[in-house]
Structures are given as C-alpha cells and as structure tokens.
C-alpha cells in the first residue's frame, strides 16, 4: 500500500504564495499529481505529472501554478502564486499505480484570505 503525506499547507493572502509538497513511501512509476476540493463541491484535479515531467493543469491553476516531481526522492510538489480567494481547498496527493490503483493522501488545507 502506497502512502502520500502531504505538506505546507497554511493560511495566505490573496496574491501570495504556497509550495505544498507530497511524500510517497516507495518509488512510483505511475502519474502523479494535485487535487484539490473546497466546501460543497466536487474534487477537481489541479495538476498532474508523469515521471518523465510531461504535465497537465486544470486552466483555473495555468500560469500560477507549476508541478514539480523529483523521483529520486519520490516527491511531487505544487508551487502555487498569484494565489485568489477560490483556491481555498483541501490539496490532496494523487498517483495511480499500474494503471488501474489509485492513491490519495489525507489533505492539506490552503486557506486563501482577501
């Protein structure tokens, strides 16, 4: 069983800055990536990222947010700017595995004030 802490979570102001890191207990082959679900809504995928670094972002997140992944230390992180009140969210760390296993973290909340 695969297990993803996630981190850096906390409280900004409109227009500052987070890096939220995820930690995976193994190596993983497998995509990797960012999402994120705010009060009353669904989960929405904010970024994901292949081993090999090809990304994808959701286009409320493009030009503000930038994945990183580092498989020698099989991390992913979310450096995310220019933050705005509705990035406020619980972030969690996805991979899948093979194709077919999905993990998921437990959450960390970003927490963006006016």
């Known amino acids: 069983q695969v297990q993803l802490v996630e981190s850096g979570g906390g409280s900004v102001q409109a227009g500052g800055s987070l890096r939220l890191s995820c930690a995976a207990s193994?190596?993983?082959?497998?995509?990797m990536g960012w999402y994120r679900q705010a009060p009353g809504k669904q989960r929405e995928l904010v970024a994901t990222?292949?081993?090999?670094?090809?990304?994808n972002y959701a286009d409320s997140v493009k030009g503000r947010f930038t994945v990183y992944r580092d498989n020698a230390k099989n991390t992913v992180d979310l450096q995310m700017n220019s933050l705005k009140p509705e990035d406020t969210a619980v972030y969690y760390c996805?991979?899948?595995?093979?194709?077919?296993?999905?993990?998921w973290g437990r959450g960390t909340q970003v927490t963006v004030s006016s």
């Open positions: 996805h991979t899948q595995l093979l194709y077919k296993y999905d993990y």
């Open positions: 193994e190596t993983i082959f497998g995509i």
């Open positions: 990222i292949t081993r090999s670094g090809t990304t």
